[in-house]
């Protein structure tokens, strides 16, 4: 199969590290060659000079130097070599504050050059013949609001998206490609640009990627998108990866840059962002803890509120990540205990006591020199398994009980070499799949993408990633909360959502669509803390015929 050809449109050899990080890993490849760049004059700010935006221009410049130092993901990083070794055409744009206009000269030797896909790394808005330059269109980055990362720090959003857009016209729609979300870093604008964009910047390359591999049936399942430059948009959606999901009018002029008056404004608001963060460190104390409520006929209990509280051993102590068991006429609660001393995760088991009707006498199961937690416990063919989160020793580990359910041993590390959390197993169609989120490369969180394996045994270490990896890539309902549930034919995947702090709230996705090559999915259910007034997040929630149980951070 002939490579996938590239083209990259920039206004400097110098990029970012996250874009300079795309073309490497398009360099290396065995399936892609960067072809061409089009280098232009360097872009123009339009807000640079502009009295209105005195006070916006200060609050960027204050924010870079308290937190530039730490965003080694915005460093510029040239990219000589790959320039080098590929066409350099060096055009000069009819330039305004938002568009880029290419002559039709410039554009026939691009055409020249048989571009499957332009990447546009450093033009603006492009509306010209040069959309139509490469055979698969201009690919691009986009955000939910300009200026990039900005307004969610400000208005204190939870968490922030990039768009993964080709690029079309009025007369053209263009398609969303992919979308991604992470949380808002809670202080700064920088930062939060710097996370986002390099947690996402792999995005790019396997749907390059999948381009190569389809060819334009790539395109049959996108969601297409209709630009209307010089409109002001009806409304702005949030883009989900449902399948049901429309667009509307809506490009990514949601909002601008602050004026002076907006600026005093947010600088206020971070004002009382920043105190109202300080004191809650200092006066706060958050503690994760158990809840669990008994099943009537077996069916899950959905009052929260009703549920019983598991005490803390002392305030040096949290408890999280609950799994139950019902083994004979005996319940048992698995769950994480971490001490604040030592910061480091142990597991526990308690039994049901009927007499006392609470769970008590915990025992110690499995303690590691590194992090553990949620241990997920299963049955198959009699015995019982365990797959702790071990992300701190880079495996994924499986215990079986040597005597259920204190004495467990390790058999099989099944994967390795990642960092890996939240590992959740579920068997169909003769396969074993693997629920788990991974951060694929230093800076990535643990929140953001969900992969999936599947084998045919999983008491080996021969598990195949999915086609489709990472098939979520969205902090709001990637990460594992538990086992998954089957209801009245359905199959229902708790997760957490992770955007503002981490173990905000759950949700439950139906999933619609589970193959060696396609995955659906929906959010169909929210979970938050709003049962109790003490509560301020919830992340995990299991189930047995006897009792639900569901985890909380109690604040104090």
Excluded at 39 to 61: E, I, M, V
Aim: proline share 4%.
């Amino acid at each position: 199969m002939e490579k996938l050809r590239v083209g990259i449109l920039v206004d400097d050899t110098v990029l970012p590290r996250y874009q300079a990080g795309i073309v490497a890993e398009l360099q290396k490849s065995d399936w892609c060659e960067i072809v061409l760049f089009v280098k232009k004059q360097k872009s123009y700010d339009p807000y640079a000079k502009s009295l209105r935006f005195t006070l916006y221009r200060g609050l960027l410049a204050f924010d870079a130097k308290v937190f530039g130092r730490n965003a080694p993901f915005l460093a510029p990083v040239s990219v000589e070599d790959a320039v080098n070794s590929a066409k350099l055409l060096e055009v000069t744009t009819k330039e305004s504050d938002y568009f880029d206009e290419v002559d039709t000269p410039t554009v026939e030797k691009v055409k020249a050059e048989a571009p499957d896909v332009l990447l546009n790394f450093g033009f603006k808005y492009i509306t010209d013949a040069l959309l139509h330059a490469a055979k698969y269109g201009v690919w691009e980055f986009r955000h939910r609001y300009r200026p990039a990362a900005f307004w969610e720090v400000v208005e204190n959003i939870p968490d922030t998206e990039v768009r993964l857009e080709r690029v079309g016209c009025a007369l053209n729609p263009g398609y969303l490609l992919d979308c991604f979300r992470t949380v808002t870093h809670q202080k700064s604008m920088r930062k939060n640009l710097e996370l986002l964009m390099w947690r996402s910047h792999m995005m790019m390359v396997r749907h390059l990627q999948r381009l190569h591999e389809e060819g334009e049936a790539y395109f049959n399942d996108k969601q297409v998108k209709t630009y209307f430059y010089h409109e002001h948009p009806v409304k702005n959606y949030t883009e989900r990866k449902f399948p049901d999901f429309q667009f509307g009018f809506s490009d990514d002029k949601g909002k601008h840059a602050p004026t002076n008056s907006q600026s005093l404004r947010a600088v206020w608001k971070l004002a009382g962002k920043y105190l109202k963060i300080t004191a809650r460190r200092f006066f706060k104390m958050d503690r994760w803890i158990i809840l669990y409520g008994e099943n009537k006929e077996g069916k899950i209990s959905p009052d929260f509120g009703s549920y019983k509280r598991i005490p803390l051993p002392s305030n040096d102590h949290f408890q999280a990540d609950p799994f139950m068991v019902d083994e004979g006429e005996k319940s048992y609660l698995f769950y994480e205990e971490l001490d604040y001393k030592t910061l480091k995760g142990y597991l526990l088991v308690s039994e049901y006591d009927e007499t006392k009707k609470a769970f008590g006498n915990p025992h110690e199961i499995l303690r590691k020199p590194y992090h553990l937690s949620y241990p997920n416990i299963f049955k198959h063919e009699g015995k019982y398994y365990m797959i702790p989160e071990t992300h701190e020793n880079e495996t994924v580990d499986l215990y079986e009980a040597e005597n259920f359910p204190l004495k467990w041993k390790k058999v099989r590390t099944m994967l390795s070499g990642l960092k890996a959390v939240d590992a959740t197993l579920y068997q169909k169609d003769g396969l074993w799949w693997m629920f788990v989120n991974i951060a694929a490369k230093e800076g990535f969180s643990l929140n953001d993408e969900l992969y999936i394996y599947y084998c045919k045994d999983f008491r080996t270490d021969d598990w195949t990633p999915h086609k489709m990896n990472p098939v979520v890539c969205d902090v709001t309902s990637a990460r594992p909360a538990g086992h998954l549930l089957e209801k009245e034919g359905k199959l229902f995947r708790p997760a957490q959502d992770c955007s503002g702090v981490y173990g905000r709230g759950m949700v439950i996705n139906e999933i619609l669509e589970l193959s060696k090559t396609a995955y659906k999915e929906r959010v169909v259910q929210h979970i938050r803390a709003d049962f109790a007034d003490d509560l301020v997040a919830v992340h995990t929630f299991n189930h047995s015929k006897r009792f639900s149980v569901i985890d909380a951070i109690k604040s104090r």
